[in-house]
């Protein structure tokens, strides 16, 4: 994550320009991007969660929400879930679906930097990377790939809250 932490961190105060809803929006796309890199989750019940978690949050933007609303059984049932998301990433999602909920304002700057963050660990916890070290995320095609994505996506947002 030090690479990701270098290239993101002049966006941090960006993020609270962007209106609520368009955050929702940018969190959304983020990881709709993300699930797809990752490829098939292979526990179902993770797969589902996320499934699941990801049309709420679709739901929710249409509806004009700023935040996603899950339902409480989704709620309850997430540490459960979490405690066995052993596959590469899964983890990192589950965390990302939850922080887009556990927002009472609805989807602030920090959160919605916490979001895209838990994004690129997914994805680098799915690269294989024999030890972690800014060198190795800098010579990683992906890393470089997914912090290109994000700050595409964020300065794409800016541009059009204003």
């Known amino acids: 994550m030090y690479l990701w932490d270098r290239e993101m961190r002049s966006l941090r105060g960006e993020l609270s320009k ?32 996320l499934s699941k978690g990801m049309t709420q949050g ?54 919605l930097y916490g979001v895209l963050s838990f994004c690129y660990e997914a994805l680098l916890d799915r690269e294989d990377i024999p030890v972690y070290s800014l060198e190795a995320e800098v010579e990683n095609a992906r890393c470089a790939e ?9 300065w794409e947002a800016v541009e059009n809250s204003g």
């Open 18 to 49: 962007i209106p609520p809803a368009q955050r929702l929006a940018l969190a959304l796309k983020t990881m709709d991007w993300t699930l797809n890199l990752m490829g098939p989750v292979e526990t179902t019940e993770i797969r589902n969660y």
């Open 58 to 111: 679709h739901e929710d933007l249409l509806a004009g929400r700023e935040k996603i609303t899950l339902p409480e059984e989704m709620l309850d049932a997430y540490e459960d879930l979490d405690a066995v998301a052993d596959e590469p990433g899964t983890s990192q999602m589950l965390m990302a679906i939850l922080a887009c909920s556990d927002a009472p304002e609805g989807l602030s700057g920090e959160v």
């Open 146 to 154: 997914v912090i290109a994505f994000q700050k595409q996506r964020v």
